[in-house]
Every structure is written in C-alpha cells, then in structure tokens.
T-cell receptor, first 117, second 110 residues
Framework: SAVISQKPSRDICQRGTSLTIQCQVDSQVTMMFWYRQQPGQSLTLIATANQGSEATYESGFVIDKFPISRPNLTFSTLTVSNMSPEDSSIYLC??????????????FGSGTRLTVV | QKEVEQDPGPLSVPEGAIVSLNCTYSNSAFQYFMWYRQYSRKGPELLMYTYSSGNKEDGRFTAQVDKSSKYISLFIRDSQPSDSATYLCAMSALGTALIFGKGTTLSVSS
C-alpha cells in the first residue's frame, strides 16, 4: 500500500488565520480524500480531490473554507481558512487503491492535529 | 438513525481474552467493509477488508459480515496489550467514500 507523508503533524494557530496541510504520497494515485476527526468523534469526509479537476465537497463543507489543491498525482494540500476554535480537529488525508482498485479511501496519513486559540 | 452505529466502549479485557467488536449499519448498498486500528496520535491503519458477506481471517483477527442482518464483527483472539487502541469500522458502496463508525476504545491489561 501507499506511504503517505502529512505535514505539519500538529499546529496551534490564532483564530482568523489560515493553515495549509500538505499530503505527499510515494506513488501515483487517482483519488485523494481529506477527512476531519473532531475530538471524540469518528472520521468525516471533507472532500475528494482528483488531479486536474475541482475537488468534490461533502455536505457541510465549502471550498471557501477548505480550499484544496491537487497539482499532480502524488501531492495535495488542504487549507483551513479563517479559523475558529470549532476548527480544532485532526485532519487526515487518505488515498484510494489497494486490491480492488475501488476509490474508497484505503491508506491514511498520520494526521495533522490542529488547535485554534 | 445513523448510517453506521458502533458502541464506543471503552472495553477493558485481560491479556489473552477474546475480544468482540461490532457495528451495525442501515444502508443496504454497502458492499465494502473495513476495520481500522488507530493508536493515539496516529492515523487509522487498515486491519481487515471484506467484500460483501462472509468471514475473513488474518492471524489473530477475524472479520465477519452478515449483510442480511446489516451487522459486522471483528474478533481478536489471544488479545495482547499492544492491541490497546481505538478500532473503527468503515464501509462503503461501490465508488463512494467510506462511512466510519465512532470507534471502540479497547484496553488490554497484562
């Protein structure tokens, strides 16, 4: 399976600022996914990022708040914009693939633990 | 009713015990069923993957899927302290993203 490097691993940010999270994969993948894991909660899909096209956002998430870039098949960024304390979460990128080639999200990065103060 | 229900625990067992973790779901279109293990401050790690109904065994781990009952299970035999983690069930239909349960926190004491 793919190996994912996610940066930063953690950050403490001031409200109103923005943070860009990077996700680097050691192999080319078609689809990348961004998830959020709030304290005590499960993972919630933010958006699906395809190379060369606009990301597809899930209900409750908008591009102005969570802009995503996918410049090539091994890299993606998620920006959390105009942050508020409610954005304090773990953000995870994931890539599809595996045995069935179904793009359902398979391998996860180690996550970015974001605290907004 | 949530799409995926999972008892959050916590679940505490002694070393060597058999652990049973379960999830129920409501969407009959789900075909792909996974169990992830998540250690503190780490990303989820895929443990088991099952397509449709049936059983799958990998070492001390056995995953079961009963689509008629919309119920999936993960069994851990001879549990070890290193198994202490949060276990997340996840499932999806064809071509859709994973839907996760809330996770069950397991603690195995030596």
């Amino acid at each position: 399976s793919a190996v994912i490097s996610q940066k930063p691993s953690r950050d403490i940010c001031q409200r109103g600022t923005s943070l860009t999270i990077q996700c680097q994969v050691d192999s080319q993948v078609t689809m990348m996914f961004w998830y959020r894991q709030q304290p005590g909660q499960s993972l919630t899909l933010i958006a699906t990022a395809n190379q060369g096209s606009e990301a597809t956002y899930e209900s409750g998430f908008v591009i102005d708040k969570f802009p995503i870039s996918r410049p090539n098949l091994t890299f993606s960024t998620l920006t959390v914009s105009n942050m508020s304390p409610e954005d304090s979460s773990i953000y995870l990128c994931s890539v599809g693939g595996g045995q069935t080639r179904i793009n359902y999200g398979y391998t996860f990065g180690s996550g970015t633990r974001l605290t907004v103060v | 009713q949530k799409e995926v229900e999972q008892d959050p625990g916590p679940l505490s067992v002694p070393e060597g015990a058999i652990v049973s973790l379960n999830c129920t779901y409501s969407n009959s279109a789900f075909q792909y069923f996974m169990w992830y293990r998540q250690y503190s401050r780490k990303g989820p790690e895929l443990l088991m993957y099952t397509y449709s109904s049936g059983n799958k065994e990998d070492g001390r781990f056995t995953a079961q899927v009963d689509k008629s009952s919309k119920y999936i299970s993960l069994f851990i035999r001879d549990s070890q302290p290193s198994d202490s983690a949060t276990y997340l069930c996840a499932m999806s239909a064809l071509g859709t993203a994973l839907i996760f349960g809330k996770g069950t926190t397991l603690s195995v004491s030596s």
